[in-house]
Nanobody, 122 residues
Framework: QVQLVESGGGLVQAGGSLRLSCAAS????????MAWFRQPPGKEREFVAT????????YYADSVNGRFTISRDNAKNTAYLQMDSLKPEDSAVYYC???????????????WGQGTQVTVSS
């Protein structure tokens, strides 16, 4: 079956960096758009970034544009989210998702990981 497994979350001070990974199995990874969403405590899941199947197109939420970088390695079936200049408001559970199109809504993605916690202290 399809599995997406996130890793790389943790506790970091404001201004620091983290790199999240999403390892995929059970699907033809190179044919799927990938995305990262996040869900802060008590809030709805929100879009962070998305990347096309071959990596040539990316799109970011305004709140992270210029600080986060999404990428993928199709040879390793893995997507990444490099997060720099982290702020306390970036604290959330981060989820990776796979879907047929590069869209901004959770409904557009077929498969989801279990999430990884990111906590940014001030």
């Amino acid at each position: 079956q399809v599995q997406l497994v996130e890793s790389g979350g943790g506790l970091v001070q404001a201004g620091g960096s983290l790199r999240l990974s999403c390892a995929a199995s059970g699907l033809i990874f190179s044919t799927y758009a990938m995305a990262w969403f996040r869900q802060p405590p008590g809030k709805e899941r929100e879009f962070v970034a998305t990347i096309s199947w071959n990596g040539d197109k990316t799109y970011y939420a305004d709140s992270v544009n210029g600080r986060f970088t999404i990428s993928r390695d199709n040879a390793k079936n893995t997507a990444y989210l490099q997060m720099d200049s982290l702020k306390p408001e970036d604290s959330a559970v981060y989820y990776c998702a796979a879907g047929p199109y590069r869209v901004l809504t959770p409904r557009g993605y077929s498969y989801w990981g279990q999430g990884t916690q990111v906590t940014v202290s001030s």
